[in-house]
């Protein structure tokens, strides 16, 4: 039994029928005749000096020495698929993958994509709008945007910017509820997307901070922070919002954060791409665009008092 290794062709029909059990469906995946695909597992087999399968009348079975071999040659190929594929994603300068939040997308994103289409008309976004923390490199992406606290591990990781929490309204509601104590009558709406959060960056958090005594009323929860913006901009309530998101309805006037206290939280939008891909042309500008960009709302963070959550 030789060490050997034996021809990757062969290897790649074996990992083909051994998905499939079946030498027709393997060689219709490889495009090659079932004669063909045969006679590569014939030698891998050769080359072995075993059999890896076992030929039944309608069907194939793995011997026990093939299916270790098939525990290894599945991830290899799958690994050897990603590489090519990120190498593509490299060559390709013309074509950006970005995966962030439905929120952040609907919020942040998508009202500010015409000016950065209009920077860099070479470059083409494509978005995922996922709450599912994605596998950069297995599914093909090439920015992730996420929020909370976490850990990025073997990513190149950068803040977005601190992240403030303040009442948001119409202005037509803001006459009514003139005062942070008034809100008490108010309808609230609840943001559930940042339930997650410890210390809870909740109603109840806010109004301790603003010195408001009282029970907090209970209100209308969304489990997506757009959605609960939404419901704030057509005048259904009073949601207490995530400043990066809400940011774009404030600066068009359809919605107004008048009091001043804000609690923060050290929870924040964060930058990620796969390490050493960051001076890439493409991610490179969309990081620079995206951090100018978040930087010009510091002025609707700057006019509230910014009162920080204490974990402890």
Known sequence: MSERL??????????????????????????????????????????FGAPLFRRLNRAVELTDA??????????????????????????????????????FVAKWLAPRMYAFAQAHPEIELRFVASLRLMDLARDGVDVAIRFGRGTDERLY???????????????????????PASLLDAPLIIDGSIDFLRPRSDWAAWFRAAGVDGDVPGGVHFS????????????????????TLAAHDLKAGRLVAPFKPAIT???????LCPEGQQDRPAIAAFHAWTTAENSALQDLKHAHDLIPLNRG
């Open 265 to 271: 939280t050290d929870a924040h939008f964060r930058f």
């Open 66 to 103: 093939g299916q270790v071999l098939a525990r290894g040659t599945a991830p290899a190929f799958a690994d050897l698929a990603q590489a090519w594929r990120a190498a593509q994603r490299v060559q390709d300068t013309s074509v950006l993958n970005v995966t962030s939040g439905p929120a």
């Open 157 to 179: 990781s950068r803040s977005l910017g601190e992240e403030w929490l303040t009442p948001c309204m119409t202005p037509d509601l803001a006459k009514r509820f003139p005062t």
């Open 224 to 243: 997506q922070a757009d959605h609960a913006i939404d419901a704030a901009v057509s005048g259904g309530g009073v949601v207490l919002a995530r400043g």
């Open 6 to 47: 034996p021809p990757l062709t062969a290897l790649r029909a074996f990992d083909a029928a051994a998905r499939h059990m079946s030498f027709a469906k393997a060689a219709d995946e490889l495009n090659v005749t079932p004669a063909a695909l045969s006679f590569q597992i014939k030698s891998l087999e050769e080359h």
